[in-house]
């Protein structure tokens, strides 16, 4: 068998495993050809922070972009009334993007200076003193 039943093997119903795969697969790639037909915007969780996602007709450029917010960042971020949930994937054009990557980088600063982590942990210290005599 070459891994596609035959109509009368379909006709009759899954009497073996082999009857059954074949059914799982015309089901699914009857799935995958309407997907492809919808052109819906499909993007995996598994992908990167931001991705280009391609120009529309006008010329703009759009981006996927998932927002990675830290713990005291709160839940979301508005702009022009807008939500972006964390760890949301969103299409967003270019200058939105920037913006995004901006204020989440921004409350990326904000978490480590008040988490108290060391920004100068490997410059090497130096000994400073004040005196008010000469060297």
Known sequence: MNGKATPKE???????????LALEN??????L????????????S????????????????WWHYKIDLPPSGGLDIKI???????????????????????IVARTWVHE???????ENFYRTPTNRRLSGGTR
Do not use: C, F
């Open 46 to 61: 598994s992908i990167g922070m931001e991705n280009y996602a391609g120009k529309d007709e006008d010329g703009n450029e």
């Open 33 to 44: 050809e309407e997907l492809k037909a919808s052109q819906v915007d499909y993007l995996p």
């Open 10 to 20: 379909l006709e009759s119903g899954p009497s073996n495993p082999a009857v059954e």
């Open 80 to 102: 022009n009334g807008i939500a972006y949930y964390h760890g949301q994937q969103y299409k967003v054009q270019r200058g939105t993007l920037q913006a995004l990557k901006d």
């Open 112 to 118: 480590s200076s008040i988490k108290g982590s060391n």
């Open 26 to 31: 015309e089901r699914l790639r009857k799935q």
